[in-house]
T-cell receptor, first 114, second 110 residues
Framework: NAGVTQTPKFRVLKTGQSMTLLCAQDMNHEYMYWYRQDPGMGLRLIHYSVGEGTTAKGEVPDGYNVSRLKKQNFLLGLESAAPSQTSVYFC?????????????FGPGTRLTVL | DAKTTQPPSMDCAEGRAANLPCNHSTISGNEYVYWYRQIHSQGPQYIIHGLKNNETNEMASLIITEDRKSSTLILPHATLRDTAVYYCIVRVGGYQKVTFGTGTKLQVIP
């Protein structure tokens, strides 16, 4: 049981390049989330998904797209990377049970955009 | 989701209990109190959650006041590995917006 995994762990992009971050979970969770964390700040929600084939915008969605084609995977795409997207990206998943859900986080992806 | 207020930093001597406070005066009746922590550069880790009763698990205890406007996370015997940023969050389960805030940076001192 690997929990939540993220690939890659590190990436350096040039402005304007595109890339996709992959999040995978093996806990059969319905909900999946993408957050970003900047120095000295808490986590901010980018996009989330409440089930396979569904996605929704979070707090800071601009410049990102997501897809959830399979229940276990949640992809975060940057179509044209900008230096402002330099950050650490965390994926999380959760299962709703009796009105509560505990989020399990991946180890993070450190992205630098030059 | 209700907003929370936590002190920005705290120190605790190794082996002593660490008591981390959180104010959530605007909490709604159906919102739970969650605690997570983030050890340097790692993903946040779930610690404990509760609605109105005190809770205890292998990691910590959660004390929620009767009016539910504040809570305290207790690490009974802090170790150096407990040095981390601790986040107090109030939310309804499954609700999409989860606001982590900036948390309390706990430094456990040898």
């Amino acid at each position: 049981n690997a929990g939540v995994t993220q690939t890659p762990k590190f990436r350096v992009l040039k402005t304007g390049q595109s890339m996709t971050l992959l999040c995978a979970q093996d806990m059969n969770h319905e909900y999946m989330y993408w957050y970003r964390q900047d120095p000295g700040m808490g986590l901010r929600l980018i996009h989330y998904s409440v089930g396979e084939g569904t996605t929704a915008k979070g707090e800071v969605p601009d410049g990102y797209n997501v897809s959830r084609l399979k229940k276990q995977n949640f992809l975060l795409g940057l179509e044209s990377a900008a230096p402002s997207q330099t950050s650490v990206y965390f994926c999380a998943s959760s299962r709703l049970a009796r009105g509560t859900d505990t989020q399990y986080f991946g180890p993070g992806t450190r992205l630098t955009v030059l | 989701d209700a907003k929370t207020t936590q002190p920005p930093s705290m120190d605790c001597a190794e082996g002593r209990a660490a008591n981390l406070p959180c104010n959530h005066s605007t909490i709604s009746g159906n919102e739970y109190v969650y605690w997570y922590r983030q050890i340097h550069s790692q993903g946040p880790q779930y610690i404990i959650h509760g609605l109105k009763n005190n809770e205890t698990n292998e990691m910590a205890s959660l004390i929620i006041t009767e009016d539910r406007k504040s809570s305290t996370l207790i690490l009974p015997h802090a170790t150096l590995r407990d040095t981390a940023v601790y986040y107090c969050i109030v939310r309804v389960g499954g609700y999409q917006k989860v606001t982590f805030g900036t948390g309390t940076k706990l430094q456990v001192i040898p």
